[in-house]
């Protein structure tokens, strides 16, 4: 029996698409994409990407709020949720991946604030120079993310930093072993490792059941590629009004990740830090993600909207 992907109820269960359609990736890969909310131009877009071993129901929160007046288009990471796996992963794969799904949703030219969440903001940081991005990139939101070390900055093992809890760090993060099935003990290792103490019950429920549904070969797969990260230069072409949102109690990503992507951004709009939360940020403070996308979607696609609808009343 296949153990559940998601929760069934509540603010977490994810939102029936209003369709949905699989792109093809420049290498061949398929990707399960999900448009939401009116399906038509005059409703302001947003994209969102997850992070690693989660999928389109991680953003069941800011979907179900969202939808109700804009264009929200979210997908599987390949080999996550629907996406079938595939034999390439890296960096430049998932910057293909997010270019494809960005020319196949979005009309020529058409802006949309684009969200993404831990590997989710990584794929951002790798697809920043790439063509589609740069003519669909109205603004950023990166969420509990990093550029590189991401290792050696963990504190998931708590010792003092250093050769050994990096060693560990690593083997743990990027262990072949199965997680089994969602028990009272496995909700317990997964909110220590990725959310704040203060987590509520259902919280941790629904990241569980996200976690536990990636195949252990993907995320085996896709723990040696974050192992190996270096997206600094990403960062420093990520030339979008972006802003940054972190947990203070994050291990996984701590804030230091943060302050050296608002500190190297060209054009940082704002660093949140979010007192006590961890790593899942969009499921532990679903009002505040969604409100951020909200404010750079007024000022950074709708006020462009209202600015060619004047110049073209002019002329």
Same mark, same amino acid.
């Given at each position: 029996m296949s153990r559940p992907t998601h929760v069934p109820l509540g603010a977490y269960a994810p939102?029936?698409?209003?369709?949905?359609?699989?792109? =093809?990736?420049?290498?061949?890969?398929? *990707?399960?994409?999900? =448009?939401?909310?009116?399906?038509?131009?005059?409703?302001?877009?947003?994209?969102?990407?997850?992070?690693?071993?989660?999928?389109?129901?991680f953003w069941a929160a800011q979907i179900r709020d969202l939808?109700?007046?804009?264009? =929200?288009?979210?997908?599987?990471q390949r080999g996550h949720g629907r996406s079938p796996a595939s034999s390439a992963c890296g960096t430049d794969a998932l910057a293909d991946d997010l270019e494809a799904v960005l020319a196949?949703?979005?009309?020529?030219?058409?802006?949309?604030?684009?969200?993404?969440?831990?590997?989710?903001g990584m794929t951002v940081m790798a697809a920043s120079s790439r063509p589609a991005f740069l003519q669909h990139a109205a603004a950023v939101l990166l969420c509990s993310t990093g550029s590189s070390r991401l290792v050696a900055e963990s504190t998931v093992v708590p010792i003092p930093a250093g050769p050994l809890r990096t060693w560990l760090t690593r083997h743990?993060?990027?262990?072949?072993?199965?997680?089994?099935? =969602?028990?009272?003990?496995?909700?317990?290792?997964?909110?220590?490792?990725? +959310? @704040?103490?203060?987590?509520?019950?259902? +919280?941790?429920?629904?990241?569980?059941?996200?976690?536990?549904?990636?195949?252990?070969?993907?995320?085996?797969?896709w723990s040696k590629v974050l192992d190996l990260l270096d997206l600094?230069? @990403?960062?420093?072409? *990520?030339?979008?009004?972006t802003a940054v949102v972190a947990g203070t109690a994050d291990r996984l990503t701590p804030p230091v990740h943060a302050r050296a992507l608002a500190a190297a951004l060209p054009e940082c709009v704002g660093l949140t830090e979010l007192? @006590?939360?961890?790593? +899942?940020?969009?499921?532990?403070?679903p009002?505040?993600?969604?409100?951020?996308?909200?404010?750079?979607?007024t000022t950074y696609v709708r006020a462009d909207a209202g600015?060619?609808?004047?110049?073209?009343?002019?002329a």
């Amino acid at each position: 029996m296949s153990r559940p992907t998601h929760v069934p109820l509540g603010a977490y269960a994810p939102v029936a698409p209003t369709r949905e359609l699989t792109v =093809v990736s420049a290498d061949g890969a398929r *990707l399960h994409v999900e =448009v939401h909310g009116p399906d038509d131009a005059a409703a302001p877009a947003v994209v969102l990407a997850h992070g690693w071993t989660c999928s389109t129901a991680f953003w069941a929160a800011q979907i179900r709020d969202l939808a109700a007046d804009h264009r =929200v288009i979210a997908y599987d990471q390949r080999g996550h949720g629907r996406s079938p796996a595939s034999s390439a992963c890296g960096t430049d794969a998932l910057a293909d991946d997010l270019e494809a799904v960005l020319a196949a949703t979005l009309a020529p030219g058409e802006k949309a604030v684009i969200a993404g969440h831990s590997m989710g903001g990584m794929t951002v940081m790798a697809a920043s120079s790439r063509p589609a991005f740069l003519q669909h990139a109205a603004a950023v939101l990166l969420c509990s993310t990093g550029s590189s070390r991401l290792v050696a900055e963990s504190t998931v093992v708590p010792i003092p930093a250093g050769p050994l809890r990096t060693w560990l760090t690593r083997h743990i993060l990027g262990s072949r072993a199965p997680l089994g099935p =969602v028990t009272p003990l496995a909700r317990r290792i997964l909110k220590y490792a990725t +959310m @704040g103490a203060g987590s509520a019950p259902h +919280m941790v429920e629904a990241c569980a059941r996200i976690v536990h549904a990636c195949p252990r070969r993907v995320r085996h797969t896709w723990s040696k590629v974050l192992d190996l990260l270096d997206l600094d230069h @990403g960062v420093r072409e *990520l030339r979008v009004p972006t802003a940054v949102v972190a947990g203070t109690a994050d291990r996984l990503t701590p804030p230091v990740h943060a302050r050296a992507l608002a500190a190297a951004l060209p054009e940082c709009v704002g660093l949140t830090e979010l007192p @006590g939360l961890g790593h +899942m940020t969009p499921v532990e403070a679903p009002e505040l993600v969604t409100g951020k996308i909200r404010e750079l979607v007024t000022t950074y696609v709708r006020a462009d909207a209202g600015s060619e609808a004047r110049i073209k009343e002019g002329a």
